[in-house]
């Protein structure tokens, strides 16, 4: 059965890094669109980043310049790479695998506070 198994999320202080691992199994995944996603306490679950199967990416305004989403597909894994971390980064991020249908992971959470 499809799973995905987000890893590395924490505290960090504001313009800080951190990397977040999704790895995935059960899946095809060199066939998946990988795509992390974020949800906040009282907002609606939003399209962080996402790359396909030949390395296309796509980023949240918010959030060019300053995260770097990429995958192996020799190991499974995507990620999601954030530097210059802020206050409003601060959510549950969600790994979700799309093909012929969709998969989530359990999600991990980042927050962003001094």
């Known amino acids: 059965q499809a799973q995905l198994m987000e890893s590395g999320g924490g505290l960090v202080q504001p313009g800080g890094s951190l990397r977040l691992s999704c790895a995935a199994s059960?899946?095809?995944?060199?066939?998946?669109?990988m795509g992390w996603y974020r949800q906040a306490p009282g907002k609606q679950r939003e399209l962080v980043a996402r790359?396909?199967?030949?390395?296309?990416?796509d980023y949240l305004d918010s959030v060019k310049g300053r995260f770097t989403i990429s995958r192996d597909n020799a190991e499974n894994t995507v990620y999601l790479r954030m530097n210059s971390l802020k206050p409003e980064d601060t959510a549950v991020y969600y790994c979700?695998?799309?093909?012929?249908?969709?998969?989530w992971g359990q999600g991990t959470q980042v927050t962003v506070s001094s």
């Open positions: 059960g899946i095809a995944f060199n066939a998946y669109v």
């Open positions: 790359i396909t199967s030949g390395g296309n990416t």
């Open positions: 979700n695998a799309q093909f012929a249908r969709s998969y």
